[in-house]
């Protein structure tokens, strides 16, 4: 009803060409087409635990990474040096340093479902949780943070396409990044005038 007392009826215009359409119309209003819903919990598994379950709040993670030896490498903790885990399943690292693993099989299935406010990829099997990162370390060639996990901090490397925006991401202002000349560059060619 409207305030004139009358039914209110909603009017909308339709071009010929989107009349003709039937199936774009439904397909955009399709619940397949909808972004998955984001995770509060996540179920994990502990390591060597008889295959229970258990049930994480999303803000107890630390981080999250791929089981693959590339994002074993750019996890820098003594943990990590002795873990065996499944390649291509997907673990994450609690705040009291405990690593459990997860259902998801793919890691852009759980980064998905992530509120990306909160988390942030740092390489391409590793994400964290910006609000337990406790250090930064952006001196030298290798970039890292370090998180909190359990008593100790924990090392992560950061690739240099994601660094601009987890700076950004933190408060710092946006800086040119120099590369670093690996030789003499074409103006210092021999036999090139100046």
Known sequence: MDSR????VRSFVMTESESRRPAAREQVESPMNKRP????QVAVQKLHHNG?????PVDQIAY????SASAL????APWSRE?????????????RGVTARTDFRQFTEIEVRLDQRQ???????LMVNLRRITELDLKGKIKQIGIAAGDE?????????PLELLLQRLGFRKRRVVPVANGPGPLSRPGRNS
Do not use: K
């Not at 819903?37 to 509060?40: A, G, K, N, P, R």
């Open 73 to 76: 490498r750019s996890i820098h």
């Open 153 to 161: 901090t924990e090392w992560l490397s950061v690739s240099r396409r």
């Open 64 to 67: 999250i990474f791929l089981g």
């Open 83 to 95: 873990a065996h885990l499944e390649t291509g399943d997907v673990y994450v690292r609690t705040l």
């Open 5 to 8: 007392g009358g039914c209110a």
């Open 37 to 40: 819903s984001l995770l509060d």
């Open 52 to 56: 229970r379950w258990y049930v994480l």
């Open 119 to 125: 988390f942030i990829l740092v390489n391409r099997a």
